[in-house]
């Protein structure tokens, strides 16, 4: 690769990464297949996330002098950087691939602009997503509007019963 062209796609994937609201450094351990790795992008696109697998020293020039400098300590070994604009749409990508896949480990992230750990990664997985959230409130909302009809409707109901029964 030409260096014009490295300055292009450094700047490419530092524009990425500014523009997302979670970075997670994950460690991808040598035996990881490409099978694998697919299944995980696949998996990260359905949660609208991406990863990035990059040298380490590219990922140091994207990330310097920005708030993503945290994650400059893990860049060692083979590493990617997973980013998205859904926290836990990434976060329970990345922790459901890596339960099931040993050679993958979850290092640790930038969370709107703050460093976040491994503990807080997996608790942001634990977290129910945005569609389940608007279920729930859907779900709520109609049983409540069904609870008022049901209160409006049954002294009606209870005087119609009276009257069947007294004729």
Known sequence: MLRQEK??????????????????????????????ITKLRKDMHKAE?????????????AIKDSVLDPIEQYLE???GLAYSNNPVGLAKAISEFAKANEKLTILGGVMDGKA????????LASLPSVDELRAKIIGLLTAAASKI?????????????????KS
């Open 7 to 36: 300055e292009s796609f450094v700047s490419h994937v530092r524009d990425e990464l500014m523009n997302s609201s979670i970075v997670i450094a994950v460690n991808r351990q040598p035996g990881i297949t490409v099978e694998e």
């Open 49 to 61: 996330a991406n990863l990035k697998i990059l040298k380490n020293t590219l990922a140091r020039i």
């Open 77 to 79: 070994g083979p590493t």
């Open 116 to 123: 976040v750990g491994v503990e807080t990664i997996k608790a």
């Open 149 to 165: 009809a049901r209160t409006i409707k049954e002294p009606s109901v209870k005087v119609a019963r009276v009257i069947a029964a």
